[in-house]
């Protein structure tokens, strides 16, 4: 399967980083850094009823800018609002093309839904630490 083939799956790193109160906000970079490696085998394996492979593209806004690309998790840095690149990532994926955006803000969720793109929350990629 060709990555052009693969489901795209966006996250939305603030959304995501955001829902668990782990202290992300002393170091917004650093939490989007340990976000985007532990998508790492999500790469690979995909996600919970979504079989693998993916295309993970880790959307990044604000202080997390400046976080690297590594193998398996492309970081897109926006150059103002995350949900804006988000909601182009998803216009732009191929018509025949599955998309699915991990994100729990509800006026993204429309926007991308309105592209096509499916949406799961947070959880999908961050399971809460109690869990």
Same mark, same amino acid.
């Given at each position: 399967?060709?990555?052009?083939?693969?489901?795209?799956?966006? /996250?939305?790193?603030?959304? &995501?980083?955001?829902? /668990?109160?782990?202290?992300?906000?002393?170091?917004?970079?650093? @939490? @989007?850094?340990? =976000?985007?490696?532990?998508? &790492?085998?999500?790469?690979?394996?995909?996600?919970?009823?979504?079989?693998?492979? &993916?295309?993970?593209? =880790?959307?990044?806004?604000?202080? @997390?800018?400046?976080? @690297?690309?590594?193998? !398996?998790?492309?970081?897109?840095?926006?150059? !103002?609002?995350?949900?804006? =690149?988000?909601?182009?990532?998803?216009? !732009?994926?191929?018509?025949?093309?599955?998309?699915?955006?991990?994100?729990?803000?509800?006026? =993204?969720?429309?926007?991308?839904?309105?592209? !096509?793109?499916?949406? &799961?929350?947070?959880?999908?990629?961050?399971?809460?630490?109690?869990?």
């Amino acid at each position: 399967m060709s990555e052009d083939d693969a489901v795209l799956v966006i /996250v939305d790193a603030a959304n &995501v980083v955001g829902s /668990v109160p782990d202290g992300w906000w002393r170091d917004r970079r650093g @939490a @989007a850094t340990r =976000l985007r490696d532990s998508l &790492v085998p999500y790469a690979a394996a995909g996600l919970p009823g979504l079989p693998g492979p &993916v295309e993970l593209v =880790l959307v990044v806004e604000g202080a @997390a800018r400046g976080v @690297a690309s590594v193998a !398996g998790v492309r970081v897109d840095p926006a150059p !103002g609002s995350g949900d804006d =690149l988000i909601a182009e990532l998803a216009a !732009g994926a191929a018509p025949d093309r599955d998309c699915v955006v991990v994100t729990a803000d509800r006026g =993204l969720r429309q926007r991308v839904e309105a592209y !096509g793109a499916r949406c &799961v929350g947070p959880r999908t990629v961050r399971p809460s630490p109690d869990a």
